[in-house]
């Protein structure tokens, strides 16, 4: 079975900064797809950014990016510019390549951003 | 679009009680899923339906049963409600390329 790990439970950044949050995973899979998922206090929950396995390069949307270490299983989101708007919950999630894969969540990291 | 929507989106039953969550998608999605988030837990798989008609169990199935007679809706019952069921319930639906969509949540308190 995979699984996800988000190993820091919280982390804090100043505006306009950079930040990272990690995220290891464990699969037998050579294809498969990760995700992000952002969830602010309202709740929703938002993809941030996907990632496709067998796509060398890592994937960007706009402040967002990813670390993506295959061999490592690493998965790692960098937020640049940290505004406040930033501030939530993020998900690491990962999906099989298999038609009737599920989607396994990580424990999730709480993310603020001080003005 | 209304996307994926739940209801209720909140709901406080008493021990013993039953209830029916309602997922409804409008997207055609083929895979719907049902999840539970709690404090420190992150989001657990709860059951989940490859296809109108067919269903599975995920992580944490006790407890609860689920139904999909119509491909846009995906039913959580809770048979016998159970404190350690209090917890924020979220459904999801998703494309064949992975991308997940995900309802609003239902807040549930059992007491």
């Known amino acids: 079975a995979q699984t996800v790990t988000q190993s820091q439970p919280e982390m804090s950044v100043q505006e306009a900064e950079t930040v990272t949050l990690s995220c290891t995973y464990d699969t037998s899979e050579n294809n498969y797809y990760l995700f992000w998922y952002k969830q602010p206090p309202s709740r929703q929950m938002i993809l941030v950014i996907r990632q496709e396995a067998y796509k060398q390069q890592n994937a960007t949307e706009n402040r967002f990016s990813v670390n993506f270490q295959k061999a490592a299983k690493s998965f790692s989101l960098k937020i640049s510019d940290s505004q406040l708007g930033d501030t939530a919950m993020y998900f690491c999630?990962?999906?099989?390549?298999?038609?009737?894969?599920?989607?396994?969540f990580g424990k999730g990291i709480t993310l603020s951003v001080r003005p | 679009n209304a996307g994926v929507t739940q209801t209720p989106k909140f709901r406080v039953l008493k021990t013993g009680q039953s209830m029916t969550l309602l997922c409804a998608q409008d997207?055609?999605?083929?895979?719907m899923y049902w999840y539970r988030q709690d404090p420190g837990m992150g989001l657990r798989l709860i059951h989940y339906?490859?296809?109108?008609?067919?269903?599975a169990k995920g992580e944490v199935p006790d407890g609860y049963n689920v139904s999909r007679l119509k491909k846009q809706n995906f039913l959580l019952g809770l048979e016998s409600a159970a404190p350690s069921q209090t917890s924020v319930y979220f459904c999801?639906?998703?494309?064949?390329?992975?991308?997940?969509?995900f309802g609003q949540g239902t807040r549930l308190t059992v007491v």
């Open positions: 339906s490859v296809g109108e008609g067919t269903t």
């Open positions: 999801a639906s998703r494309t064949g390329r992975g991308e997940a969509f």
């Open positions: 997207m055609n999605h083929e895979y």
């Open positions: 999630a990962f999906r099989g390549s298999g038609a009737n894969s599920k989607l396994t």
